[in-house]
């Protein structure tokens, strides 16, 4: 089972999960159609589903056209006030509700290669959900604890957007021997020290592999690999 990081953060992020056979579920769509389409191989007919978490078009930019193409499509959290499920193919999908400033879902993943389930959440102040026997976390860790309160965009992130802390937390409340793969996703480029929040997360779960969700980078999610680490994109050094 891999994970291929198309995009992540406000710029627009979509993640493609592709089992064995071949086949893809995609996490978000929030580049251009044709980007998408390219980390696809150009191939729609191996896509068994999308899953948007919410409706900002960093998420959502190219959803109707996935529709328009005849791809099964999750993208109204309100229509999903409870944890709801679906399948997709050999994915089997569970919702649950996030708190951002808009209607925002994460998604419990599982499929018959992956030992374990795969949790998607992002665009959330906080989770109010623990979970158990999770093999990957693909998790936002988007700014600070502490940033500047004068920014025009405080309470959007703030509400909107989980900390380090938070994330820490979150992990360490949630992972546990069967957790081997951390993704940090939709971290920001302007609010968030890459590499003390990297340090952080590794600490909170020393039992997993940790890795920034950095574009054009391809996730193994078979098990705990130091190759997973990644380089930072030039922002490797403490500021």
């Known amino acids: 089972m891999n994970l291929n990081v198309v995009g992540s953060g406000s710029s627009g992020n979509c993640y493609i999960l592709t089992d064995s056979r ?24 191996c896509v068994d589903g999308l899953l948007i978490s919410h409706g900002h078009r960093d998420h959502s930019m190219s959803a109707e056209k996935f529709k328009t193409w005849g791809i099964p499509v999750i993208d109204d959290p ?21 708190q951002h400033d808009v209607p925002c879902m994460g998604f419990y993943i ?8 795969f949790v998607y959440v992002t665009d959330t ?5 623990r979970f158990t026997s999770v093999n990957t976390f ?29 994330c820490r937390n979150f992990l360490k409340a949630s992972a546990d021997d069967s957790t081997k793969n951390v993704i940090m996703c939709h971290m920001s480029e302007e609010n968030l020290n890459w590499a003390n929040a990297l340090r952080a997360i590794e600490e909170a779960v020393p039992q997993a592999a940790v890795g920034l969700a950095l574009a054009g980078r391809v996730f193994d999610l078979g098990g705990n690999d130091d190759s997973q680490r990644v380089d930072f994109g030039g922002k490797d050094d403490p500021q």
């Not at 086949?23 to 007919?45: M, S, T, V, Y």
């Not at 102040?125 to 959900?129: D, E, L, P, T």
Request: proline share 3%; hydrophobic share 40%; aromatic share 10%.
């Open 125 to 129: 102040a906080y989770v109010k959900y």
């Open 22 to 45: 071949g086949q893809h579920l995609i996490l978000e769509a929030g580049l251009r159609f044709e980007r998408i389409l390219k980390a696809l191989n150009f191939d729609l007919r």
């Open 78 to 98: 309100e229509a999903m006030v409870n944890i709801a499920s679906t399948d997709f193919g050999r994915w089997h999908i569970k919702t649950f509700p996030l």
């Open 138 to 166: 693909l998790v936002e860790c988007n700014h600070e604890d502490d940033i500047d309160e004068i920014t025009d965009a405080y309470v959007h992130i703030v509400r909107g957007h989980m900390d380090v802390s938070t």
């Open 110 to 117: 599982k499929h018959p290669e992956l030992p374990g389930a």
